[in-house]
């Protein structure tokens, strides 16, 4: 395993292929890694890394296995990482005795201790890499990455961990980086509802809402979110940079946690609600911001608007 400087004697597999890993693999191959395979469920999306990254399309999990020193994984939810890490089957734990994983997945935090758990078995590592940005951050290396896991593994990994961040920070044993990701998430997708209410409030009441988010941003009411997404609510552009429908799921993973600490959470509850009713209208796809389309007085939401 390289220990610094240029990634060439390193050689990443990607298994998720998405907005986030493709750019992610493509920033890593910027950076002189060799992208050895690639492998995602939608087989176009591993079509296209491929071919932009110069992997190996692979169509088995165990392949990536075979052909990477480094395993980073991409994917949805506690059902696909359950998937991938598979005790039986094709699966990323085939024949991965001294391979290490790095699983970026926003998922339940005991799932990540599991899987953990699943590659020491298998002679492997495992470490969490929590991100807490969007595509643009993939693509330029500094997304803020939490880690999570043994410390000596990260130390291994920790050059390729820089490659792609501009802030890494090790929080602790498997799981404390995912509790942390999951409150992150939390309190982001609450200042998302809150702004998209205050924002449709101020356009019923007739309000200059350029006016309006200018006074937010010099007063209490501010926040990364009124950045990132406030002019978006006002202008109906919900180009996905973080879906719903992911901002739903990442609320709930930290309501079962606020449930297990026996804490009760209304306002977290209330934005959840507000994430599933827009799954729930189909239109579970738009960016976070498209929460503003269920505010906003005289809007229909349409999956797609």
């Known amino acids: 395993m390289k220990s610094s400087g240029s990634g060439a004697k390193t050689a990443v597999g990607f298994v998720g292929v998405g907005r986030m890993g493709a750019n992610m693999a493509l920033r890593l191959r910027d950076c002189g890694y060799a992208i050895a395979a690639v492998y995602d469920a939608r087989d176009e999306s591993a079509v296209a890394s491929a071919q932009d990254t110069g992997a ?5 999990l165990a ?3 075979a052909l990477a020193d480094v395993i ?3 994917v949805t939810d506690d059902a696909a990482m359950r998937t991938i890490f598979a005790e039986s089957g094709d699966t990323l734990l085939a024949g991965a005795e001294g391979k290490i994983f790095v699983n970026t997945a926003t998922v339940t935090p005991g799932v990540h201790v599991e899987i953990e758990r699943r590659a020491k078995a298998r002679g492997a590592s495992a470490l969490e890499a929590c991100m807490a940005s969007s595509i643009t951050q993939a693509r330029d290396g500094s997304l803020y990455l939490m880690i999570g896991g043994e410390r000596d593994v990260y130390e291994r990994v ?3 961990l820089e490659s792609m961040s501009s802030s890494l920070r090790y929080i602790g044993p498997s799981g404390s980086a995912a509790q942390v990701k ?3 998430n939390m309190v982001m997708n609450v200042n998302t509802a809150g702004l998209a209410e205050g924002l449709g409030l101020g356009d019923a009441l007739g309000l200059d809402l350029a006016m309006l988010r200018d006074v937010f941003s010099q007063t209490g009411a501010n926040s990364r979110v009124l950045e990132t997404d406030g002019l978006d609510m006002q202008n109906r552009e919900h ?5 719903a429908a992911h901002a739903a799921k990442d609320t709930h993973i930290a309501l079962a946690l606020a449930t297990d600490a026996g804490l009760a959470l209304p306002v977290a509850a209330a934005t959840a609600a507000q994430y599933d009713r827009m799954v729930a209208l189909g239109i579970g796809e738009l ?3 498209g929460v503003a389309e269920l505010t906003f007085s005289g ?5 797609g608007s």
């Open 56 to 60: 190996k399309h692979v169509r088995t």
């Open 63 to 65: 392949d990536v296995t």
């Open 72 to 74: 980073v994984t991409v």
């Open 158 to 160: 920790k050059p390729m």
């Open 182 to 184: 999951a409150l992150v």
């Open 239 to 243: 180009d996905v940079f973080f879906s």
């Open 287 to 289: 960016d976070k911001s």
């Open 299 to 303: 809007r229909a939401p349409v999956a």
